[in-house]
């Protein structure tokens, strides 16, 4: 029985796979992807496999197996930095998921009763704080948002961090900062407590000032 379910499984997965067959580029990738899962799999013993399997998500999964003992070194010939491209990932993600998580343009929308074609012209006039995801458009915090509408002074302080990517003035406002007494300037913020948030943004990415 058991490996009737694991054939079941691969067919699914194969012919999930064919619905790419006029996209050479997604196929590409997907054959890559395979190989190196493949790479990982032949590695891993049978407790290792059931750790990463009994993992939450996909993508949670995938950094388990990566983690296991026996994938040390499976990478790192090939590309050193292997170790800390995937601790970035899983930080910006911590990040995305942080107060709230995420909110699509749409549900912007709706909380602010503006269309999604205004709320992209607020985005891109850099009065909301959104990260891009592609051709899927953008994810916006949702701890920038009260009750009320945008958080009082995010605006503000989103124009003083204007040269700084997003996920840099995401971090700004979810890192304790010593300017604030270690506080991190999304609290100060809530409490209405504007002005120590405006110094710290002015020297937000200057040497010991975060």
């Known amino acids: 029985m058991a490996k009737d379910r ?3 499984a691969l067919a699914e997965i194969a012919e999930r796979l064919h619905q790419y067959d006029g996209e050479p580029l997604r196929v590409a990738f997907l054959a890559r992807g395979i190989d190196a899962l ?22 949670d999964a995938l950094v388990t197996a990566l ?11 090939a590309d050193p930095l292997m170790p800390a491209r995937l601790r ?15 909110l699509t343009a749409e549900e912007v929308g709706e909380g602010l ?15 909301l704080l959104a990260v891009s995801i592609g051709g899927r458009g953008h994810l916006y915090p949702a701890w920038q948002f009260a009750d009320e509408g945008l958080l009082p002074g995010m605006e503000e302080i989103l124009a003083l961090l204007e040269e700084h990517p997003p996920l840099a003035k995401i971090r700004f406002f979810l890192s304790g900062n010593l300017r604030l007494d270690g506080e991190r300037p999304l609290d100060w913020l809530r409490r209405g407590e504007l002005d120590p948030v405006r110094l710290a943004a002015r020297t937000f990415g200057e040497q010991g000032a975060a």
């Open 6 to 8: 694991d054939s079941s």
């Open 38 to 59: 493949t790479q990982v799999a032949e590695r891993l013993d049978q407790s290792e496999l059931g750790e990463v399997v009994a993992s939450p998500s996909n993508a």
């Open 67 to 77: 983690r296991q003992p026996s994938a040390v070194g499976l990478f790192s010939a």
């Open 88 to 102: 970035g990932l899983q930080a910006r993600d911590t990040l995305l998921a942080a107060e709230g998580g995420t």
């Open 113 to 127: 009763h503006l269309s999604p074609q205004a709320i992209e012209a607020q985005r891109t006039a850099g009065r």
